[in-house]
């Protein structure tokens, strides 16, 4: 334990001055008396392990600096790693305004102090159910796995079944969410995957869809990169047995692809953090959720809202939330589900995002990422011991290459010896999908050149 003299830079009310004050106000002789609830046999009474503290900022800086530059980075490599979170360019301009005092320090932004922040929240689900071509759109969530699981929740309300139908081929890290997040209550059926196109077996999933089943999910693009071509068949299936029909998408496809509500999709959910948002320690994310204008649907939205409405002010407006009541934070434990803290900062980082590409932009983005990940699928398909998984599929930015018959054998030493070239190979599948193999998932996006991936076949013919 410190001493009563020690005084901590970054811990406020440390000095011994003000703390004897503050202890004095409560009524208490020392610290401890604090914890008097505490039983005497649980607790700790050794001195923790801990490091000497860094009480020069300057130390501090060098200290952590330190760390990080033990990690590798995609500044330093080039990248082919996606798997649900690629490496995408970001204008700077997305910085520069989520960077402004008014939004990076206005944590929630009730009314007293809002600065803008509803404004720019309500422009980001407007931008957003543009691009989806849907009505409403929730508060952002955690990320695209949270996302996903709140959509089944809102969809066994609104049905009032408890089984939801998922693809086997999901991204692992969204189905793990998914058991957590939807016991004990909710019951998941896997529905199998084509091997031969990576698609959905249609004939699986009828046979498993039924009276009970409260929604069927797909992921499109699929997180082993193809796109599901039957989608509009898929959510017909789900429809004729009264079940909901949920996709989580990429939005940064939607410049080149259909949105999910044009094949029948009511509820689209994913992650949005293509739009302008760094990868940071694993991705900055955070999640949507967006339906139609149907009072059926927006009554099940468990976070808050935002809507424009008139002020006391003729002909002004203001922003604020809708159907408070639904939230946890109006009806507490009587709620939809419970709310915790949201994205906002990376929502509107998004909405900047948006708002600088346009339709245009957003389309040129499409066509660069397919036209590069066409390529890149093409030369690795070319090397001698490397063959595409599921060569008839169309896909958008993501592929999968086997590498069974490879010198190399195991994506696992594939992916060691690129990383001495200076890459990061694609996503190992051989413990997630064993069937497929000793196969990689290759991501491919519009910060990829020609040159860059020249420099990965180079690289691989020499590895592999």
Known sequence: MAKESTVFPYIPNSVPEVKAQMLKEVGAKDVMDLYVEIPDRLRFKRKLRLPEPILSEHALKRHVEALLDRNKNVRQYLNFVGAGCGEHFIPAVCDEINGRGEFLTAYVGEPYADHGKWQALFEYCSLMGELLDMDVLSCP??????????????????????????????????????????????????????????????????????????????????????????????????????????????????????????????????????????????????????????????????????????????????????????????????????TGTSTGIWAITAAVYLTLMGPKGMEETGKTIMQMSQYAAKQLSGIKGLKLRFPRTPFFQEFVVNFDDSRAKTVERVNKALLTKGIFGGKDLSREFPELGQSALYCVTEVRTAEDIDHLVKALKEVA
């Not at 991204?171 to 698609?199: C, H, W």
């Open 141 to 338: 969530l955690y990320d695209g796995a949270q996302a996903t699981a709140s959509s089944i929740r809102m969809a066994s309300r609104i049905t009032g079944r408890r089984e939801v139908v998922v693809p086997r081929q999901l991204n692992p890290e969204i189905k793990a969410v998914l058991r957590n997040y939807l016991k004990p209550d909710i019951s998941i059926t896997e529905v199998g995957f084509d091997m031969q196109t990576g698609l959905l077996d249609v004939a699986d999933l009828k046979k498993k869809v039924s009276s009970k089943t409260a929604a069927v999910v797909i992921e499109n693009p699929s997180y082993l990169g193809v796109l599901e071509s039957r989608a509009e068949e898929i959510g017909k299936v789900a429809r004729d047995h009264g079940a909901e029909f949920i996709v989580n998408t990429d939005p940064i496809s939607l410049g080149v692809l259909a949105p999910p509500s044009q094949y029948g999709a009511t509820i689209a959910c994913g992650d949005f953090h293509p739009l302008g948002i760094p990868l940071m320690a694993g991705g900055g994310q955070g999640g949507f959720i967006a339906t139609k204008d149907d009072m059926r649907y927006i009554s099940e939205f468990k976070d808050l809202m935002f809507g424009i409405t008139n002020t006391t002010v003729e002909g002004e407006y203001g922003f604020g939330e809708v159907l408070f009541d639904r939230t946890s934070y109006g009806s507490r434990e009587k709620g939809k589900e419970f």
